[in-house]
């Protein structure tokens, strides 16, 4: 059989004529298309089944998976499609068939069998993923691997449900598992399935789902072995290595259009919980030149003393994550991405932690400001196509508690606290307002589910009132959800961007605002009224994080004192605590003064922007009454024609 030969010097898969094109990949170029486009089908397939059939709410809910397929060890593990799901998971998956393959040996795979694997260091993300590889056989031979990456709801630790970013040390922070069968010639390896479940909690949850995971990887090893049967095993190695190239290419292509250079971004953490002394810095230096980058994080902060880290897995998929979004947003995702890109990552930084200490948990904590910081880096090389910054960090609320009946319940991850907030503004348009973070692209999960499995009732989720960042394209609002806990709790909350605003605004425009969390304690006996915004509701709060006025606990980025998160490490809820998570809000892009004035009204009758800020941000005079006739709003033209040539007068004295 021929092997299809992939050259980083070749020419690019589009460049090549039909003759060309069927000698390096071994079929003709509409073939080849086919293909690729099928295993995009085949892994967006197998993460639909998982979703409607798992168990657990992380993962019918919130989607906290994904799928890919790779090619095998001869072709050099090519990850030629990737699901449409986390890409924190997409980025990492196709080195990690590498290293737990050729760990455990390929050839000591049999047909049927399955390997799992959870270790951070491994296969990146955290110990909660677990890696399931399947090999698809095709005449006597591995055609391919079929992949999910799988979040499940506990892998023991000394936290249920593992969020909580003051844990110091792998021992503390779960099982850990090497690459090892979960499945030998289609039947369960019970020592394997022990070892979990002997570590784990919520077995009720965790064993229904694995299931579910083998069953879409039945499916996915369906899928291609139809595929490779009708176009044949030739056809199928050469598109594998057809869809990688076309990925190298486009990012290539993509880079070129930047001018050459060195360009500097930063970023950074508050602190990592064990107290506030300690800021954490993202150091990016971004250097192009023609159709090649390099990424050099020297001077990024040493691995914290907690569990906050990632590693370098982590930020090898937050480097190519921010080049895609930046440059080339619309071709697929394959591992050819990371071909015209050299990174320069130091031992031991907070993305690209070692063990045993400062073990790897909450990672996309360090690594979605990776991201902000080439973002930020870029934002004058790209022009129009510059991006404003989200609300960064997940805020993760992680409660146990026990019902009055003695069932134990749980709440793992954001479902209540700020996992879901704002994205930054670009030339497309104003910000999303409530999505996960670039990195995560997950599901915001349901109010009515979560009050299904936890003691929990969702009393307000809203936006609050000018939080984006101005911009001739507004950043999304910051999301406000208030929840009322039924029973006694013990959480941990995980908030490491509240001193500074990550919403960061680009071409001139505003920063989002800050985020924070505060907690009441309420009598349930005498009935529950919802908490509102003065001063008054918040002196009577405790403040978690943020910061906030020391007397009035009010937001006060500019004069308040900082709240750590980490001042305690439990924290503890009695029945009838309210929580409040506020996230940031996302930057805005462009001058305010170029926002069409109808869009501001807009913004105003549905209190994305008040009317003072319409005024002196914006230049819009609204005339009407907002409370009392909001439909009725409309743009004074002559008076917001005069205010904006005042304003931008004033601007030019400034900065002239």
């Not at 030998?184 to 299931?211: C, H, Q, W």
């Not at 990925?247 to 950074?268: C, F, K, N, W």
């Not at 749980?410 to 479902?415: A, D, L, R, Y």
Request: charged letters at 20%; aromatic letters at 8%; glycine letters at 12%.
């Amino acid at each position: 059989m021929t092997t299809p030969v992939s050259d980083p010097q070749a020419k690019a898969p589009l460049q090549l004529s039909e003759a060309e094109f069927e000698a390096r990949y071994s079929c003709d170029r509409l073939t080849a298309t086919v293909l690729a486009s099928r295993y995009r089908y085949l892994v967006k397939h197998m993460c639909t089944t998982l979703m409607t059939t798992a168990f657990s709410p992380v993962l019918r809910s919130s989607y906290d998976f994904s799928a890919t397929l790779s090619g095998p060890a001869d072709l050099g593990y090519p990850m030629s499609a990737v699901a449409d799901s986390l890409l924190l998971f997409t980025g990492t998956m196709g080195d990690a068939v590498r290293n737990i393959v050729d760990e455990y040996g390929e050839d000591l795979l049999e047909p049927g069998d399955l390997l799992f694997c959870n270790d951070p260091y491994r296969k990146g993300t955290h110990v909660n993923d677990v890696c399931f590889v399947r090999p698809v056989w095709v005449d006597d031979e591995i055609a391919a691997y079929v992949t999910i990456v799988a979040h499940l709801m506990d892998m023991g630790g000394t936290v249920p449900g593992g969020f909580a970013a003051t844990k110091r040390n792998v021992y503390e922070n779960g099982l850990v598992i090497p690459p090892q069968l979960l499945y030998r010639g289609g039947e369960i390896v019970k020592p394997a399935l022990s070892l979990v479940f002997d570590n784990a909690r919520f077995g009720d949850l965790t064993l229904p789902d694995i299931r579910s995971i083998v069953t879409a990887l039945g499916l996915g090893d369906r899928l291609l072995t139809e595929a490779v049967v009708q176009y044949g095993l030739p056809a199928h190695r050469g598109s594998l290595l057809y869809a990688t190239d076309q990925g190298a290419s486009a990012m290539s292509q993509a880079i070129e259009r930047v001018p050459d250079g060195t360009y500097l971004g930063d970023d950074v953490l508050d602190c990592d919980g064990l107290d506030a002394s300690r800021e954490y810095d993202i150091k990016v230096s971004v250097r192009i030149s023609g159709a090649h980058a390099e990424i050099d994080l020297s001077g990024t902060s040493e691995q914290a003393r907690t569990c906050i880290n990632a590693g370098w897995l982590d930020a090898k998929t937050a480097v190519t994550v921010a080049l895609k979004f930046l440059l080339d947003p619309d071709t697929p995702y394959t591992s050819g991405v990371c071909r015209p890109i050299d990174i320069v990552l130091p031992a031991a930084t907070i993305v690209s932690a070692e063990p045993p200490d400062g073990a790897i948990f909450s990672y996309w904590e360090a690594t979605m400001p990776l991201v902000h910081a080439i973002m930020r880096a870029l934002a004058g090389a790209v022009g129009e196509s510059a991006i404003a910054g989200d609300f960064c960090s997940a805020m993760t609320h992680n409660a146990t508690g026990t019902r009055d009946d003695g069932t134990p319940w749980t709440v793992v991850g954001g479902s209540c606290g700020g996992a879901n907030g704002p994205w930054g503004a670009s030339r497309a348009g104003d910000g999303e307002n409530s999505l996960f973070t670039v990195l995560a692209n997950g599901i915001v999960p349901s109010i009515e589910g979560l009050e299904v499995e936890a003691p929990v009732v969702v009393l307000r989720k809203d936006y609050v009132t000018d939080s984006g960042g101005a911009g001739e394209f507004r950043g999304g609002a910051a999301n406000r959800t208030d929840t009322l806990w039924l029973t006694a709790s013990e959480y941990h909350t995980t908030n490491l961007h509240t001193r500074y605003p990550s919403g960061f605004g680009v071409r001139g425009g505003g920063d989002g605002s800050h985020p924070a969390v505060w907690q009441w304690d309420l009598e349930l006996e005498r009935g529950v009224e919802a908490i509102g915004d003065s001063e008054a509701d918040y002196a009577a709060s405790l403040p978690i994080v943020g910061v906030v006025d020391p007397t009035t606990h009010v937001l006060d980025p500019d004069a308040g004192t900082y709240f750590h998160f980490g001042r305690k490490p439990v924290w503890d809820a009695p029945a009838g605590a309210l929580m409040r998570y506020q996230t940031g809000g996302g930057g805005g892009w462009g001058d305010p003064l170029g926002r069409d004035p109808e869009m501001v009204v807009r913004d105003v009758r549905d209190e994305y922007v008040g009317e003072r800020a319409a005024r002196e941000v914006y230049g819009v005079v609204v005339k009407g009454d907002v409370s009392g006739d909001p439909a009725g709003l409309v743009v004074d033209g002559e008076e917001t024609r005069r205010l904006r040539e005042s304003l931008r007068s004033a601007t030019e004295r400034t900065t002239g």
